[in-house]
């Protein structure tokens, strides 16, 4: 089994606690009771500098374990890279592998004006649901995690719901399969989630792929200002980054420093 074979196990356990808890159409009432949701893709269209940036509040992975040193504040997190000029938010609610949490999601939406990915393990649409009680804006679907059938019946659930979403592709066989949905945006991820090996070479391999009027973010092993240049360089729109951020001791100037803002 692999480790995000691992993490879908996981979340399955998990969601199957939470139902039991709060039953589907209880969630589904309060997520149609939830505010007006901001425009994840409009607000990295609308960028004025490019790449745009969304930046991953982020305290530990399985891949690099304890990221950010200290006491974590979510919030204050946020609210630094607001002020350093990030176009948009992604806050990691998975608790066990990222140490995350569904409050540090809802936390983050009490204080900042911007909009916010839930960065998660999402296979049912009962984690859409939550993700908009939360005040999320906008979900990741991996198309590595899920099944074909699956990842569109949860891309239209989300698209039903007003839920901007992005599509994260590792390889060109996913890079397909995720263009059969006609997204307005994809992540292409540098890291493969079977083995936590990273390569920022699979931006430039798949980005010729998508077409132009498609959002492209690259994301992972993005750590210093000539990564993002190079990625820019290969078409990417966006670029997604925690770990080098969270892992600084002074997490606005490194934003300034790896976006050359």
């Not at 991820?189 to 390569?199: A, V």
């Not at 430039?204 to 792929?209: D, F, H």
């Not at 498609?214 to 000539?226: M, R, T």
Request: include cysteine.
């Amino acid at each position: 089994m692999t480790i995000l074979e691992k993490i879908f196990q996981t979340k399955r356990d998990e969601v199957e606690r939470s139902k039991s808890i709060l039953s589907p159409a209880e969630l589904r009432a309060f997520a149609k009771d939830s505010p007006r949701r901001l425009g994840f893709l409009q607000a990295l269209r609308n960028a004025p500098l490019k790449p745009a940036l969304i930046a991953e509040v982020k305290q530990a992975s399985p891949s690099q374990g304890q990221i950010y040193n200290g006491e974590f504040n979510p919030v204050e997190i946020a609210k630094t890279y607001e002020a350093s000029g990030a176009e948009c938010l992604s806050v990691l609610t998975d608790e066990p592998y990222f140490k995350g949490s569904p409050e540090y999601l809802r936390a983050v939406r009490r204080e900042v004006h911007i909009p916010l990915l839930r960065k998660d393990f999402i296979f049912d649409e009962y984690q859409i649901d939550e993700a908009l009680v939360w005040g999320a804006d906008c979900i990741l679907l991996i198309v590595a995690g899920l099944e074909v059938e699956r990842l569109r019946s949860l891309f239209d659930a989300a698209k039903e719901r007003g839920v901007d979403v992005l599509v994260e592709v590792h390889n060109e066989p996913e890079t397909e399969i995720a263009l059969g949905l006609s997204p307005d945006l994809i992540g292409i991820n540098n890291r493969d989630l079977s083995t936590f090996e990273t390569d920022i070479e699979t931006t430039r391999r798949l980005i010729n792929l998508i077409p132009d009027h498609i959002f492209k973010v690259s994301e992972s092993a993005l750590h210093a200002h000539d990564d993002v240049a190079r990625v820019a360089g290969y078409g990417a729109d966006a670029v997604l980054i925690g770990t080098a951020f969270c892992g600084s001791p002074d997490i606005g100037a490194k934003v300034r420093e790896v976006m050359g803002r």
